[in-house]
């Protein structure tokens, strides 16, 4: 893996101190970091730690006259092969989506020609907010920006849900990855993820445990490969990958209808990582079956094959 300059960018929050970790990643993997913090992150881990970590003096104001004696911001801003901000608070993302320069940080985003990686950390119901998501559609149009994330799961807040930053080894991996290399450019990739669900009734479904998270993963490597993905998906609660089409689906039925469209649509790849339902009631009763009986019978048939149909054609 060829060595990168990864201008480091930490903001505000209590994921700020897996960034440490990420340092060290970076540096193992042969990297050169430098960090830039915001006066938030200061509040939760100290620029000695990274200084340490990175070996290189830490930035942390637009306004310091040393540095700034030589435009220290604007030589920041064409040192980076990459930038990468992580974590990314709700008030960061806010500021670089609207354009604002008004710290140190915002001013290199904006000086700097380099791709910026942004991994968001914030709680739940900031993240779900609709404010929040229309400054990551805005980021999203924007050709420089990635979005790396989020994860979900437990949250220092006790809160359970979208809104943890990537851990640092999967960060790092994905600087790995950047720039694209262009190895399915001009390919057409189609992924099947998730589980699948078949109806007994309006209310019970037959399902597994499926997260989604191989099949979401493969569609954004193929992304950063070049590829234009199609991303067929059983009901999963992990967000999308951006710059890859979603097409959302329920049953075993609707994912070989769905992948069978996208393929006649034009295919170069296909992966099915779907974990689809082998059998499925016979038949969905139009109302919810009652609690008559000690036992219940429920009489299975075969669905069909997607990867066996896809795979003869």
């Known amino acids: 893996m060829a060595a990168k300059r990864i201008l480091l960018g930490i903001t505000g929050g209590i994921a700020a101190y897996k960034s440490a970790e990420l340092v060290r990643l970076l540096k193992k993997a042969g990297h050169g970091v430098r960090v830039v913090m915001t006066r938030g992150a200061e509040a939760f881990v100290t620029p000695l730690t990274f200084q340490a970590l990175s070996g290189e003096p830490v930035r942390t104001s637009l306004l310091d006259p040393e540095a700034e004696a030589g435009m220290g911001h604007i030589e920041l801003a064409k040192w980076a092969d990459q930038v990468v901000i992580a974590p990314a608070s709700a008030d960061f993302i806010a500021r670089l989506a609207n354009g604002m320069a008004d710290d140190l940080l915002t001013t290199l985003c904006c000086a700097t020609e380099a791709p910026i990686a942004v991994a968001p950390a914030m709680n ?52 790995a990855g950047q720039p694209s290399t262009g190895a399915l450019t001009g390919k057409r990739v189609v992924i099947t993820a998730g589980p699948t669900r078949e109806p007994i009734d309006p209310v019970r479904y037959i399902s597994n445990h499926s997260s989604g998270k191989m ?12 590829a234009e993905v199609v991303l067929i998906s059983g009901p999963v609660a992990i967000p999308a990958p951006s710059g890859v089409e979603v097409r959302n689906v329920t049953t075993a039925a609707d994912m070989l209808q769905a992948s069978s469209e996208a393929v006649d649509a034009g295919c170069d790849l296909f992966i099915a ?5 082998d059998y499925r009631p016979q038949s969905c009763e139009a109302d919810k079956i009652k609690k008559t009986s000690e036992q219940m019978a429920l009489p299975l048939v075969r669905n069909p094959d997607t990867l066996a149909t896809i795979a003869a054609r």
Request: glycine share 14%; with cysteine; hydrophobic share 40%.
């Open 124 to 175: 739940q119901a900031m993240w779900g907010n609709h404010r929040t998501q229309r400054n990551l559609r805005l980021l999203q149009d924007d050709p420089q920006i990635t979005l790396w994330g989020p994860d979900q799961g437990e949250q220092a807040c006790g809160d359970t849900g979208p809104g943890r930053m990537l851990e640092p080894l999967v960060l790092a991996g994905l600087v």
């Open 215 to 226: 099949g979401y993963a493969l569609a954004a490597a193929a992304r950063d490969a070049g």
């Open 273 to 277: 990582s779907a974990a689809v339902a």
